[in-house]
Nanobody
């Protein structure tokens, strides 16, 4: 099973930006970011195929940008115009089969947005 390591979380004022990174131990077809906010269901924020096709949750569309560097087995999430409701633990996820559920999860990185 592939190992995923996230970094880049932190504390930021509303309107600010953060960039998350996720390094995978091998090449993966589909990668994505989930987030878990206190008291809320886990939410798929964005996902990206190895060819670059992307998909976003409605709540982040236009503010977040997912990208990847396949040569480095690394995925990024650029988060701009952050809002307090973006606060949560962000998890890097992956699956070798885009038709299958995400089977690998990182340890998570905390993002806190204050107003």
């Amino acid at each position: 099973q592939v190992q995923l390591v996230e970094s880049g979380g932190g504390l930021v004022q509303a309107g600010g930006s953060l960039r998350l990174s996720c390094v995978a131990s091998g090449s993966i077809s589909l990668m994505g970011w989930y987030r878990q906010a206190p008291g809320k269901q886990r939410e798929l924020v964005a996902r990206i195929l190895s060819g670059g096709v992307t998909d976003y949750a409605h709540s982040v569309k236009g503010r977040f940008t997912i990208s990847r560097d396949n040569a480095k087995n690394t995925m990024y999430l650029q988060m701009d115009s952050l809002k307090p409701e973006d606060t949560g633990v962000y998890y890097c996820v992956s699956t070798p089969d885009p038709a299958a559920p995400f089977g690998s999860w990182g340890q998570g990185t905390q993002v806190t947005v204050y107003s």
